[in-house]
């Protein structure tokens, strides 16, 4: 019996290949609570690499399967999150209250906050490259009434952008670069501080504009 961490993108391609960037990719864009603790970031990019053979080892898994199974996880996970929040995300959302599920909170605050200001595609497409928004935008844009097919257009651009250019830029940078396995943590830290920065610098612009005057 193979131990697999969800939590772990080096553990669940282990154990599932890309079947599980399908399944991880799915969770994270659809499924509340639980899909804020998966890695959607720190899963692709080093599945990318993976994809990349070099001249002393083969490949460990195929490109176009990782990229059909990105593909299919976020946009489908998408609609679902966006159907969850239609029939109750909101209630969900408004009883988040437990420890566990402050994080979801603000995410969805956060979420919220770019609907309002870019308008629902840019925000919807933006979100997809910021980690936590990206799990409660979707049911976010169901509660808040975003139109459907506004919705499904600019979601699936988002998640195409997001998980073919994190699966290309591994298998880039696999294919280029001998041996990158062994910078390849190193690699995943910095890609996920740089897809939190979009969020630490929001909440430092609404913490600015809360101080008294």
Request: aromatic share 8%; glycine share 12%; hydrophobic share 50%.
């Amino acid at each position: 019996m193979i131990a697999v961490n969800p939590a772990s993108g080096a553990s669940v391609l282990a154990a599932f290949g890309a079947l599980g960037v399908l399944l991880v990719i799915f969770a994270e864009s659809g499924l509340l609570v639980v899909g804020f603790f998966l890695p959607g970031d720190a899963l692709l990019f080093p599945a990318g690499v993976l994809c990349a053979g070099s001249g002393q080892e083969p490949a460990r898994l195929e490109l176009w399967q990782v990229m059909v199974c990105a593909a299919v996880g976020a946009v489908a996970g998408g609609q679902v999150g966006f159907a969850v929040g239609r029939h109750g995300g909101r209630a969900l959302l408004a009883r988040a209250s437990h420890r566990r599920l402050e994080r979801l909170e603000r995410g969805s605050a956060h979420a919220e906050r770019l609907l309002a200001r870019y308008g629902y595609g840019k925000a919807i497409v933006i979100g997809r490259f910021i980690p936590i928004v990206r799990t409660v935008l979707h049911p976010a844009a169901g509660a808040l009434g975003v139109p459907v097919r506004t919705f499904t257009l600019w979601q699936a651009v988002g998640g195409l952008l997001w998980s073919q250019s994190l699966v290309l830029a591994g298998y880039t940078l696999g294919a280029s670069v001998p041996s990158v396995d062994d910078y390849l943590l190193p690699l995943v830290a910095a890609i996920v501080v740089v897809s939190f920065l979009p969020l630490l610098l929001e909440t430092r612009r609404t913490r600015r504009g809360r101080r008294p005057r």
